[in-house]
């Protein structure tokens, strides 16, 4: 896996995208340390495009590219359409040695989320669908503050009704700064 990118299994490109946005940030609340993270893709076509084969009977939606083509690109974000995130640890725990090598699992089930502004994220893929079933870990670059995300959880269709997460994602993303809460800033010296 290339880092930088995302990939979605069984999509038209195995090869994956680009990202050309990614920013995580930490904030406080109730003296808990939250993350958002915000992730933009380049247009799903941007490195190939795939010939309109209208002879060809795809399966699903999932495996067409003219209908990836319709949404172009990919937004997945804890804040962009409602104010998700999810919780990491105490503030007082907060260091990049405590984030290193830290795995957490969110949304795990999603069939237990009640309300659509519970998820931890929300994501505009091939319409307004759902993520869940996140594992997402932090490993930290050599003894710097830049740390590598790996990435993994499940989409579901939920813009054509089908609330299935039966269609996997992953991602890697390098050399992403350790994130210090705003109530901290400044604190430090």
């Not at 896996?1 to 069984?10: A, Q, S």
């Not at 050309?20 to 904030?27: M, N």
């Not at 089930?109 to 870990?137: N, S």
Request: hydrophobic share 35%; with cysteine; charged share 30%.
């Amino acid at each position: 896996m290339d880092k930088n990118r995302i990939y979605f299994e069984g999509n038209p490109w195995p090869e994956g995208h680009p990202l050309r946005e990614f920013k995580w940030t930490a904030r406080v609340v109730d003296g808990e340390v939250w993350f958002d993270i915000h992730l933009k893709s380049a247009d799903y076509y941007s490195e190939r495009d795939i010939e309109d084969d209208e002879d060809v009977d795809y399966e699903s939606s999932w495996e067409n590219p003219i209908v990836w083509g319709n949404y172009h690109r990919c937004t997945m974000s804890t804040h962009y359409w409602h104010k998700g995130g999810f919780r990491v640890c105490s503030l007082h725990e907060y260091s990049p040695e405590y984030l290193d090598g830290l795995e957490l699992k969110i949304d795990m089930h999603p069939e237990q989320i009640e309300e659509w502004d519970d998820f931890a994220f929300h994501i505009y893929l091939l319409g307004h669908d759902a993520v869940a079933c996140h594992t997402i870990k932090f490993i930290r670059e050599s003894d710097s503050d830049n740390f590598s995300i790996q990435w993994q959880g499940c989409a579901a269709l939920a813009y054509v009704v089908d609330y299935e997460f039966k269609h996997p994602f992953k991602l890697l993303v390098a050399k992403q700064k350790f994130p210090m809460p705003l109530c901290l800033i400044g604190a430090i010296k």
